[in-house]
């Protein structure tokens, strides 16, 4: 999976350097067998994430909210409670 995240990060043009599990990564992807709520540390491939908290997640990787739907979207990740009533 990670090889699969580097490449697609790389081909869409997202800055965020995508690496093995250790203390220095800030945003970690975690596959999951069950949808997990997702938080500004951890997403769950297959969760959901709260449209604040992942605006919140773009400024802590430093991407626009554009690429981080991208992100979302390729790991799966629905989005809920959006501020724009959007998504629900």
Same mark, same amino acid.
């Given at each position: 999976? #990670?090889? /699969?995240l580097g490449e697609f990060v790389? /081909?869409?043009g997202i #800055?965020? *350097? %995508? @690496?093995?599990m250790?203390?220095?990564c800030t945003?970690? @992807?975690?596959?999951a067998d069950e949808r997990r709520r997702c938080g500004l540390r =951890? #997403?769950?491939v297959g969760g959901f994430i709260a449209c604040?908290? /992942? =605006?919140?997640v773009a400024v802590k990787l430093g991407i626009r909210t554009r690429q981080m739907g991208k992100l979302l979207d390729y790991l799966n990740i629905? %989005?809920? *409670?959006?501020g724009l009533g959007c998504f629900n």
């Open positions: 999976m #990670l090889t /699969a790389q /081909a869409q #800055l965020v *350097n %995508v @690496v093995s250790d203390d220095d945003v970690e @992807v975690v596959t =951890r #997403l769950y604040e908290t /992942a =605006r919140g629905k %989005v809920r *409670n959006c």
